[in-house]
């Protein structure tokens, strides 16, 4: 319970607003509480933040996977990040996901789960008040991972509903993951973890992408996210990476300790200007308010 509440205050520094005077929203303080799924009669929660403005028009949502390396956590995790995108002007929705019990859950299932997700949040928008052709997806490490999978990945079956993201908000992102030994021994070996592994699969027509992240990330390395932003352009798409000197991974200065980092670390100016540049991209693709 420490270690949540721990990281929940980082994420409330991570990703507070810039020029939160000038903020035209505010945000809701607690969620609206849904069950998008039900996997062997367990719910997974759907944690609903709106800005306490009232629109006529459908807003822009974003859908947010918490990470803990697929198998800790919960939706919770991110309430302080979906509280502040509820306050840029989105609908922020922060989900839960089938963790790895390193036996018969994997990120494959986390995987279904996120495009489970993101179909019901577009299934529901009129409901919801979201603009279907305006939904986001975002995360964290191992939630940034989950997020992209959206965007890349789907049920061999196909749906009538697209899980397909319109945009990517990605923090020290698990983007690269082939070579990971912790992912390999998830998903149950080399072949199926680089069969997960995003920068492996990148494609033409992927939804613009920001990504964020520490240049000494020893969790989720700085060479893997290059390489994927790499071949998003080649690939005709739009990333925009900011990498940071001196921090690793959640932009920690304490660079002997990322796996569960030193919160105190945490370089605030970089959190700041990492969020000043993810509300600037929202904007900039007509998800946030001017």
Same mark, same amino acid.
């Given at each position: 319970?420490?270690?949540?509440?721990?990281?929940?205050?980082?994420?409330?520094?991570?990703?507070?607003? /810039?020029?939160? =005077?000038? !903020?035209?929203?505010?945000?809701?303080?607690?969620?609206?509480?849904?069950?998008? +799924? @039900?996997? %062997?009669?367990?719910?997974?929660?759907?944690?609903?933040?709106?800005?306490?403005?009232?629109?006529?028009?459908?807003?822009?949502?974003?859908?947010?996977?918490?990470?803990?390396?697929?198998?800790?956590?919960?939706?919770?995790?991110?309430?302080?990040?979906?509280?502040?995108?509820?306050?840029?002007?989105?609908?922020?929705?922060?989900?839960?996901?089938?963790?790895?019990?390193?036996?018969?859950?994997?990120?494959?299932?986390?995987?279904?789960?996120?495009?489970?997700?993101?179909?019901?949040?577009?299934?529901?928008?009129?409901?919801?008040?979201?603009?279907?052709?305006?939904?986001?997806?975002?995360?964290?490490?191992?939630? /940034?991972?989950? =997020?992209? !999978?959206?965007?890349?990945?789907?049920?061999?079956?196909?749906?009538?509903?697209? +899980? @397909?993201? %319109?945009?990517?908000?990605?923090?020290?992102?698990?983007?690269?993951?082939?070579?990971?030994?912790?992912?390999?021994?998830?998903?149950?070996?080399?072949?199926?973890?680089?069969?997960?592994?995003?920068?492996?699969?990148?494609?033409?027509?992927?939804?613009?992408?920001?990504?964020?992240?520490?240049?000494?990330?020893?969790?989720?390395?700085?060479?893997?996210?290059?390489?994927?932003?790499?071949?998003?352009?080649?690939?005709?798409?739009?990333?925009?990476?900011?990498?940071?000197?001196?921090?690793?991974?959640?932009?920690?200065?304490?660079?002997?300790?990322?796996?569960?980092?030193?919160?105190?670390?945490?370089?605030?100016?970089?959190?700041?200007?990492?969020?000043?540049?993810?509300?600037?991209?929202?904007?900039?693709?007509?998800?946030?308010?001017?």
């Amino acid at each position: 319970m420490i270690a949540k509440i721990i990281f929940g205050m980082v994420l409330a520094v991570v990703l507070p607003l /810039a020029g939160q =005077a000038r !903020a035209a929203e505010a945000a809701a303080t607690e969620p609206e509480v849904e069950t998008y +799924a @039900r996997i %062997d009669n367990v719910p997974l929660t759907a944690r609903i933040f709106r800005p306490t403005e009232q629109s006529n028009a459908p807003r822009a949502a974003i859908v947010l996977f918490h990470g803990g390396g697929w198998n800790k956590g919960d939706a919770s995790w991110m309430d302080g990040v979906a509280q502040r995108l509820a306050t840029a002007g989105l609908v922020a929705i922060s989900v839960d996901y089938r963790l790895s019990d390193q036996k018969t859950t994997t990120p494959f299932d986390a995987v279904s789960d996120a495009r489970a997700a993101m179909r019901w949040v577009r299934s529901n928008a009129t409901r919801l008040g979201i603009d279907p052709k305006r939904i986001a997806s975002g995360g964290t490490s191992a939630g /940034a991972h989950l =997020a992209v !999978a959206t965007a890349i990945f789907d049920d061999p079956w196909g749906d009538a509903v697209s +899980a @397909r993201p %319109d945009a990517l908000v990605l923090r020290s992102a698990a983007v690269s993951t082939a070579d990971s030994t912790w992912f390999r021994k998830l998903t149950g070996g080399t072949a199926q973890a680089a069969s997960l592994s995003p920068d492996l699969h990148v494609r033409p027509g992927m939804p613009p992408a920001i990504v964020l992240q520490g240049a000494e990330d020893n969790v989720t390395p700085a060479a893997g996210v290059q390489r994927f932003c790499d071949r998003m352009r080649q690939s005709g798409n739009r990333c925009d990476l900011q990498l940071y000197p001196g921090v690793g991974h959640l932009f920690t200065r304490n660079l002997q300790q990322q796996e569960i980092p030193d919160y105190d670390a945490i370089d605030r100016d970089i959190a700041a200007d990492a969020n000043a540049r993810t509300v600037a991209f929202l904007r900039d693709i007509g998800f946030a308010q001017p």
